[in-house]
C-alpha cells in the first residue's frame, strides 16, 4: 500500500493490549464490558481486535457501522447505543441483538418489528442519572418498566446510564449508588433478572478505582479506554495503558519565514470569527495538509516540537518552533478523542492498519 498523507495510523496491537488489561482491571471487579466502536466509524479490524483479546459483545451508536461490520463478517451481538428514532424499528431489530431506549412510542414500534421478523428485540432502558443526556427521569423508571414487559415483541434486557458525555457530570459512588438501586428496585417490584445494569463511558474508571463493590452494577461500556488508553477526566491515562495507538501523519506543504501578524484589514475568517494574533516576531511558519474538514484539530498533539496556530479547511498552520522540517517531511500527531473520530470519518484521510497479526 502506497503510504500518502494525511494518513491514520492503527495499531492494532496496542488496541489488543489495552484491551486484555482494561478486562483484567474491570474483571476483577465482576464486570463484564461491551466494546464501543463508534470512535472508529464500526471499523471492522478493531472489531476484530476486540473479539480475539476478550470481548463478546459490541457497541455502536450508528446502524450504518453496526451493519459495516456484520457485512464484514463480525459475528458477535451488536447493541445500539443511540436511540433509535422512530421509523427506523425494522433496521434496528434487523441488525441489532439489543438498542438503548428510552421513549415507549419508538419501544412499541420495535416490538412490532420485532413480532414481524418472528423474534423478540432486547431492549436496555437508559436513566437519566444527572449528566442530561438520554434517559428516562428515575421516578418514571417503574411505570416504563412495567409497560415494556406487557409488549410481546420485547424482552427487557436491563437498564443503563451515561455519564459524562453532556454534562461533564463525573461517575462516582451517588449516581452509580442510584444505578444500581434502581436496578435492584425494579428485579424486586417486577420479579425479574436483569442481564444487564450497564454503565458508561470511559470516565468510569474515576469510580472504579475509588470503589471496592460495583454493587448491582455488571457490565461497563468502553470504548476510549481500549482505544485511546481512557484518559479520565483528570486527564491522565489508565496506568498500564498505550495511549498512542492511533498515529495522525501529515506533510508539510509549505515552510517559510513570515511574521505573525497578518496584514490588511482583517474581516471574518472562513469560519465566521475575527481571528486574533499574537506579535511573536518573524519566524519559520509551517502549512501541513490537513484542515478542519478530516481533524479537530485542537485534539492534535505533534510529537515534534512545533506549535499549532490554527487550522482553515485544508491547511494546518503551525511554528516550527526547534524542529527542522522540510516541504516533504512527515509530521507525526497523538490524537484525542475528537480528533479521532474526525479523522475516522474524513474519506480525505487514508486509514492504515499496522501489526494486524500481533494484535
Ligand atoms: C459512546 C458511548 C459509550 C462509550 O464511550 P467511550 O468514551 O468511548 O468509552 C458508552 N455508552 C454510550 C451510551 C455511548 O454513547
Same mark, same amino acid.
Given at each position: ?33 461491551? &466494546? ?60 441489532? #441483538? ?12 420495535? #416490538? ?26 428515575? =421516578?418514571?423508571?417503574?411505570?416504563? !418498566?412495567?409497560?415494556?414487559? +406487557?409488549?410481546?415483541?420485547?424482552? @427487557?434486557?436491563?437498564? &443503563? ?19 444500581? $438501586? ?15 445494569? #450497564?454503565?458508561?463511558?470511559?470516565? !468510569? ?19 476510549? +479506554? ?10 491522565? =491515562? ?16 509549505? +515552510?517559510?519565514?513570515?511574521? $505573525? ?6 474581516? @471574518?475568517?472562513?469560519?465566521? +470569527? ?20 478530516? !481533524?479537530?484539530?485542537?485534539? @492534535? ?10 487550522? #482553515? ?32 470519518? $474524513? ?13
Amino acid at each position: 500500500m502506497i503510504m500518502g498523507t494525511p494518513r491514520l495510523e492503527i495499531d492494532l496491537a496496542k488496541i489488543g493490549h489495552n484491551v486484555r488489561e482494561v478486562i483484567k482491571l474491570y474483571g476483577a471487579k465482576g464486570l463484564t464490558m461491551t &466494546g464501543v466502536t463508534k470512535g472508529v466509524c464500526g471499523d471492522p479490524l478493531v472489531a476484530e481486535v476486540y473479539l480475539k483479546n476478550g470481548i463478546s459483545v459490541l457497541g455502536d451508536s450508528r446502524i450504518a457501522n453496526i451493519r459495516k461490520m456484520r457485512e464484514a463478517g463480525i459475528r458477535a451481538p451488536f447493541i445500539l447505543l443511540r436511540l433509535p428514532a422512530p421509523g427506523e424499528a425494522e433496521d434496528v431489530v434487523r441488525d441489532c #441483538s439489543i438498542s438503548f431506549n428510552s421513549e415507549m412510542k419508538v419501544i412499541r414500534e420495535l #416490538s412490532a418489528a420485532a413480532l414481524r421478523h418472528g423474534a423478540r428485540h432486547g431492549v436496555i432502558l437508559m436513566v437519566e442519572l444527572g449528566d442530561l443526556r438520554e434517559g428516562i427521569m428515575p =421516578g418514571d423508571l417503574g411505570e416504563t !418498566v412495567k409497560e415494556v414487559l +406487557s409488549l410481546p415483541g420485547i424482552r @427487557l434486557a436491563g437498564i &443503563g446510564g451515561n455519564l459524562a458525555c453532556f454534562g461533564g457530570v463525573k461517575p462516582d459512588a451517588k449516581n452509580m449508588g442510584e444505578l444500581s $438501586s434502581l436496578a435492584l428496585d425494579m428485579e424486586k417490584r417486577f420479579h425479574i433478572d436483569l442481564e444487564y445494569v #450497564s454503565a458508561g463511558c470511559s470516565t !468510569v474508571y474515576s469510580w472504579l478505582k475509588s470503589v471496592d463493590r460495583v454493587n448491582r452494577v455488571n457490565n461497563v461500556r468502553l470504548g476510549d +479506554s481500549f482505544l485511546l488508553g481512557g484518559r479520565d477526566l483528570e486527564e491522565k =491515562g489508565i496506568p498500564g495503558l498505550h495511549y498512542d495507538a492511533f498515529t495522525l501523519v501529515a506533510e508539510v506543504i509549505e +515552510s517559510k519565514i513570515k511574521p $505573525s501578524i497578518p496584514w490588511g484589514e482583517i474581516g @471574518l475568517d472562513a469560519f465566521g +470569527s475575527i481571528p486574533k494574533f499574537e506579535d511573536r516576531g518573524t519566524g519559520r511558519r509551517l502549512i501541513l495538509n490537513i484542515g478542519r474538514q478530516d !481533524v479537530f484539530y485542537t485534539q @492534535l498533539y505533534p510529537r515534534v516540537d512545533i506549535e499549532i496556530l490554527g487550522a #482553515s479547511s485544508d491547511h494546518l498552520i503551525a511554528v516550527a518552533n526547534t524542529a527542522q522540517l522540510q516541504v516533504g517531511d512527515e509530521v507525526k500527531f497523538d490524537v484525542d478523542y475528537g480528533a479521532m473520530l474526525a479523522a475516522m470519518t $474524513s474519506p480525505y484521510v487514508q486509514k492504515v492498519h499496522l501489526n494486524r497479526d500481533s494484535a
